[in-house]
Each structure stands twice: as structure tokens, then as C-alpha cells.
């Protein structure tokens, strides 16, 4: 069989451009990789005072301090550990303003495991690295898809979101909503 020169030249041009696409997209992601490093070596260096330092769950008897929480996008996965409740450091510091300051931890005894219980009326206390206290009123839960990152762009009123997984082999999140009710 045949081939015509200009096929031959068609089909080097496409591997061509085929190439250079994935040497760009290469690239990006180095460059990605990059800018994510140096945001957690920034942010390790000036964690700020109006960071969470310690989270009082009374109804459930959490008093726990409180780590930085990172996600890191070349393993597509938030550092988490067995002992700390981890502040997301993409979401909102507390504050009186607005935005969404969220929590995340594991779903065991020592940690969220019993998020469920919380109820109405029930408050939950984040005091910050600067001593500033920010109390909380429980408003509502519901368990979402570990795709649904809207607790992430509220710009709304300003409130507290607790994370954790639930579900069948942990395959949903269990999202605890609370409305900012006072700060000392």
C-alpha cells in the first residue's frame, strides 16, 4: 500500500501538535505543582492570628486544637489527620462579615463521628490564635457528594461548616451548617 507524501505530512503535522499540547499541558502542571508549594510554604510561614486555634463541641465532648488544613492538587487530597480537626485555609477566617469558615475531620469517635447529635440550640465555640472567641448556633446538616465543594463559595452571611465523611465506605460528606450568634 501507498501512502502519499502529503498523508505522510498530514499525519506528522497532527502527532506534531499532538506533542506540543501534551508538552504544554506538562507544563501547566509543573507550573500548577509549583504555585501550590509555594502557597503552603507561604502560608506555613505567616499563619495568621485570626487562623482557628481550638474547637469546643460541647454536646459531643470535642475540645480539640486546631491544624491548617491544605489541599493539595497534585494528589487531589486535603491533609488530614487522626488526631486534629483541620481549618481549610482556602475558606473564610471567622469573622463578623461574611463567608463560609470551614472545619473538616475525620468520621471517628475521637473527632466528627458524631456530628449527627448535634441538634438545635446546641453551640460550638472557635477560639482563634489572637484569643478572639467566635460562637456558633447549630442551623442544619445534610450529607452531600465529596464533589459538591459549594460550602467553599458562600458569599453570603458568615457561618461555620463542619466536614466530615459518612456514608456507606464513607462515599458522601456529612455538612453541619452554624450561624454565627456571638464572638467574645
Known amino acids: 500500500m501507498k501512502v502519499s507524501l502529503p498523508v505522510i505530512v498530514i499525519a506528522m503535522a497532527v502527532n506534531l501538535a499532538a ?3 501534551l508538552a504544554d499541558f506538562v507544563t501547566e ?3 500548577a505543582t509549583e504555585r501550590v508549594e509555594n502557597a503552603i510554604s507561604e ?3 505567616k499563619q495568621s492570628l485570626k487562623d482557628p486555634a481550638e474547637l469546643s463541641i460541647p454536646r459531643i465532648s470535642l475540645y480539640k486544637s486546631i491544624e491548617p488544613g491544605i489541599y493539595d492538587t497534585t494528589q487531589d ?3 488530614v489527620s487522626a488526631d486534629h480537626p483541620h481549618f481549610a485555609t482556602v ?7 461574611g463567608g463560609n469558615t470551614v472545619i473538616y475531620a475525620h468520621n471517628s469517635d475521637d473527632l466528627f463521628g458524631h456530628l449527627d447529635k448535634l441538634q438545635s440550640d ?5 477560639k482563634l490564635k489572637n484569643g478572639k472567641t467566635f460562637i456558633y448556633e447549630y442551623s442544619s446538616s445534610k450529607e452531600v457528594s465529596p464533589l459538591d465543594v459549594s460550602i467553599f463559595t458562600n458569599n453570603g452571611s458568615h457561618q461555620l461548616v463542619l466536614l466530615t465523611c459518612t456514608g456507606k465506605k464513607n462515599s458522601m460528606r456529612r455538612v453541619v451548617f ?3 450568634k456571638s464572638t467574645i
Not at 475558606?91 to 462579615?97: D, G, H, K, T, V
Open 29 to 31: 502542571k509543573k507550573q
Open 77 to 79: 487530597k486535603w491533609n
Open 43 to 45: 502560608y506555613s510561614d
Open 91 to 97: 475558606s473564610m477566617q471567622p469573622n463578623i462579615f
Open 178 to 180: 452554624l450561624n454565627l
Open 19 to 21: 506533542f506540543i499540547l
Open 122 to 126: 446546641d453551640t460550638v465555640q472557635v
